[in-house]
């Protein structure tokens, strides 16, 4: 074989090698595992936020929002900050009824002042009104401790 020759099929042999060990790999995701949280679905509701923070002065804001599904004439909300006790039950410390929203948006804010020491929760209890129904649901925030 003639110089030409060998490197041409050297070259040959290199782009099959080359190409014959080139694999296309696929990864399928891994599902994770199942999340703790629940998600609840609601008719009239597409969700429902509740906070609380407290700064070391004792001044505790309470925050909420209520987001309707298109159609939705007005929210209606209680909204009731509870402090709790060690033995796991609730306390009401303050409430605010029928504070109410046209739309379907509603947002609310409010500071109250709590004694420290102590651990408080915060819930809201919101009736949504829909296409001539309506729906109650709640959502509390996490229990935070006054410092």
Same mark, same amino acid.
């Given at each position: 074989m003639t110089i030409?020759?060998? #490197?041409?099929f050297v070259t040959a042999m290199f782009?099959?090698?080359?190409? #014959?060990?080139?694999?296309?790999?696929y990864a399928n995701e891994q599902k994770e595992a199942a999340s703790a949280e629940i998600t609840p679905f609601w008719a009239h509701t597409a969700a429902i936020n509740a906070n609380l923070n407290i700064n070391n002065s004792g001044r505790a804001v309470m925050s909420g929002t209520v987001f309707g599904n298109p159609g939705t004439t007005h929210i209606v909300v209680n909204a009731v900050l509870y402090r709790v006790n060690p033995?796991?039950?609730?306390? #009401?410390v303050v409430s605010f009824n029928n504070i109410r929203g046209e739309g379907n948006f509603w947002f609310w804010e409010r500071p109250h002042y709590v004694a420290r020491g102590h651990d408080y929760r915060f819930t809201m209890y919101a009736t949504v009104f829909r296409n001539g129904t309506s729906e109650t649901v709640s959502m509390s925030s996490r229990i935070v401790r006054a410092n």
């Open positions: 030409v020759k060998k #490197s041409f782009v099959f090698a080359l190409f #014959s060990f080139t694999y296309l790999v033995n796991g039950t609730t306390t #009401s």
